[in-house]
């Protein structure tokens, strides 16, 4: 995989919520908040059929309609509605997708198994990348840009963390920001249905705004590209 193949998620230029929200209780309403609370100068395009504007932001009726093509989109919808979102997305050519959706950390294993394989399907014709699904996001302080589900104000820094906790990703932004500690990149992985470590280090790697990369590791299952990863890294 070559590194540029995600700057759409790293360094995107424009960003679309997909199933964007009015509901402050909603994942797609915590996303918006969030990605319009930041200093993010790129567009911000909320995709909700049924609401004409959200925070003052002009709503889209789909994808398709969109005025200009987004970089990185969030899937904020229905689990089960998200391969079609995916092939939208890449149709479309965006290059990258946060994929959040609200009630999936409660599906059975086999149903979130099935989900992935056509996530993975979804994906496969236009090459769009994948992060997650479930997970909190991601942030990158230096763009101001906060695709996640946590009110970060976490500092502009050096250090790349990836985290596979979510209470740690929260827990470390909070007490790294009592201490004056920056990122350049802080992002969960959530169930890595396309996204692995090994893809992460390759790039933060060879990013020169990163100078460390902080893991918390639960679980390894690409255990040879891993350690290649973390070798080339070094």
């Known amino acids: 995989m070559s ?16 199933g964007a929200s009015a509901d402050p209780g ?12 930041g200093k993010f100068l790129g567009p911000v395009m909320p995709v909700n059929p049924d609401l ?14 969109l005025p200009i093509t ?9 689990p089960e509605s998200v391969p079609e979102y995916l092939r939208d997305l890449g149709r479309r050519g965006a290059g990258a997708a946060v994929v959040l959706p609200p009630g999936y950390a409660k599906l059975p294993r086999a ?29 990158v302080p ?16 050096r250090i790349a963390f990836v985290s596979q906790s979510a209470s740690l990703f929260t827990a470390v932004i909070d007490w790294a920001r009592t201490k004056g500690i920056g990122f350049s990149h802080i992002l969960s992985l959530g169930d890595r249905v ?24 639960e679980a390894i299952t690409d255990a040879r590209s891993f350690m290649s990863a973390s070798r080339a890294a070094a």
């Open 111 to 139: 149903d979130k198994l099935a989900l992935q394989a056509r996530m993975l399907e979804a994906a496969a014709p236009s090459g769009i990348r994948i992060l997650g699904p479930s997970g909190l996001g991601l942030v």
């Open 52 to 65: 004409e504007a959200i925070a003052g932001v002009l709503c889209y009726k789909s994808v398709d309609t």
């Open 26 to 37: 909603h994942v797609g309403a915590v996303i918006m908040k969030n990605l319009l609370g």
């Open 142 to 157: 230096g763009l101001g840009l906060n695709c996640s589900l946590v009110s970060s104000e976490a500092r502009p820094g």
């Open 70 to 78: 987004p970089d990185l989109g969030v899937i904020a919808t229905a």
């Open 194 to 217: 396309d996204l692995k470590y090994a893809d992460i280090l390759d790039y933060m790697a060879s990013d020169p705004g990163t100078r460390s990369i902080l893991l918390y590791v």
């Open 3 to 18: 590194a540029q193949s995600l700057d759409a998620l790293f360094r995107p230029n424009s960003v679309a919520v997909i």
